[in-house]
Nanobody
């Protein structure tokens, strides 16, 4: 099991940027995939971006070229840099860790983009 602590959410105007961070309770090299998901009111939770142990990244089409996922193995931290935000990006963002033992979630952090 992995404990995940997120930070960095908030309120931003359209066109602005935010950076989310997620710190894991154990080394990222022991976690197969780290990801960021989001859930807007009335919608299902959806994958935003993910990064594997070997650094392979994957993005939802809606955030490609705007969001960047990265990791700092020395700090057990995965970050999501979000640029050119628009109101459709408004959601609760969740950090996720997947490995052979299952999946764990952070508590979520609210991102609100005003028009």
């Amino acid at each position: 099991q992995v404990q995940l602590v997120e930070s960095g959410g908030g309120l931003v105007q359209a066109g602005g940027s935010l950076r989310l961070s997620c710190t894991a309770s154990r080394s990222l090299v022991s976690i197969a995939v780290m990801g960021w998901y989001r859930q807007a009111p009335g919608n299902e939770r959806e994958l935003v971006a993910s990064i594997t142990t070997v650094g392979r990244t994957n993005y939802a089409d809606s955030v490609k070229d705007r969001f960047t996922i990265s990791r700092d193995i020395s700090k057990n931290t995965v970050s999501l840099q979000m640029n050119s935000l628009n109101p459709l990006d408004t959601a609760v963002y969740y950090c996720n860790a997947r490995s052979g033992g299952g999946a764990d979630w952070g508590q979520g952090t609210q991102v609100t983009v005003s028009s």
